[in-house]
């Protein structure tokens, strides 16, 4: 065997998909209520999404960042108008892992400290730094565990203030909604006193919204639902539709030098071109509205499904909790109702992250599925 052994895979075969649906190479149709963690932002092969990459693929898909890129600064541009930071500058890598790692290391070159304070249960990604303020340690490897962190609990301010208060500390990351570690996320009022202890005490605050934003939430980013802001935001999953992009949204209080940070493949033609083509779906379609009005209708529709303990999330990232563990009910879905939906490291929790063009159609057909499995 070529591939190295490392994912547990469901034997089905995706060959084509559009909208919300995927079909396998037996033509068989699945729902798909999963989006490939969270990153299929406007649905599947969306037309505009289509034309943009191919026109851009046509002309040129390549080239690195030592010349002048017009779509890139497009980008550059629309993104931190449409998203409520304006002042605010990009930096374009490749995926969420380093898009964290940038937003950690730029921290660290602002504040010339090395430790970083991160929560329980969180998820960051598997490389360097990245996976080292990740709450798992099954897959933080020696090397990984020299980084300086701190765990703190989700919505306890007062020892954040106590290691704070210590004068040691970088930054803080933090998911805004979490999304492996099983859909918790922290309250207004204790994100708010994040927000300014972190001030108070020139510690940068970063916000990981890389599952939870790019309009998965109901707003464009997840934090905004508690009128705060960041030092520095981290995106990825939603962002390209499926192309691999990334990146980081970064104060005006940050300067910038030669060299500071830097990429190969990070914000090339085409993947910025992806890029542009969610940012006018998103606008054209009104797809924040669409997440809002299908998330009424989904809670209103599963609040009465007896079965259910709890309903977490906001807007179309969202996690039904049972008193069970769900590995069975997944497998239920996806191979006798043909769903695909999500898990977490909460194994009572079904996590549902589907296109946000989702309709009020598909969330009836998840519904009389699930209810038909239970």
Known sequence: MSLFNVYPIYSVT?????????????????????????????????????????????????????????????????????CG??????????????????????????????????????????????????DNPKIIAPINAQQEVVFCELNDIESVKKEIAKGEVSSVIIEAIQGVGGLDEGSTEFFRELEKVCKNNKVVLILDEIQCGYGRSGKFFAHQHHGIKADIISVAKGMGNGFPIGGILISPEFTSSFGLLGTTFGGNHLACAAALAVLEVMEDEEILNNVQKQYEYFIKKFSSLSKIKKIKGKGLMLGLEFDFEVADLRKKLIYEKKIFTGNSNNKNLLRVLPPLTISKNEIDMLYDSLQSCL
Request: proline share 4%.
């Open 14 to 82: 995706p060959v084509k998909a559009s909208g919300c649906t995927v079909w396998d190479e037996k033509g068989d149709a699945y729902l798909d209520f999963y989006g490939g963690h969270g990153v299929i932002s406007i649905g599947h092969s969306h037309p505009t999404y289509i034309k943009h990459v191919t026109e851009q693929i046509n002309s040129i898909g390549f080239y690195s960042n030592s010349i002048i890129n017009p779509v890139q600064e497009k980008l550059g541009n629309l993104l931190p108008q449409i």
């Open 85 to 134: 930071y304006p002042d605010y500058s990009l930096f374009l890598c490749n995926s969420g892992a380093e898009a964290n790692e940038n937003a950690l290391k730029l921290a660290s070159f602002h504040t010339g400290k090395s430790k970083v304070l991160a929560f329980k249960n969180s998820f960051h990604g598997r490389t360097s730094a990245a996976v080292a303020v990740t």
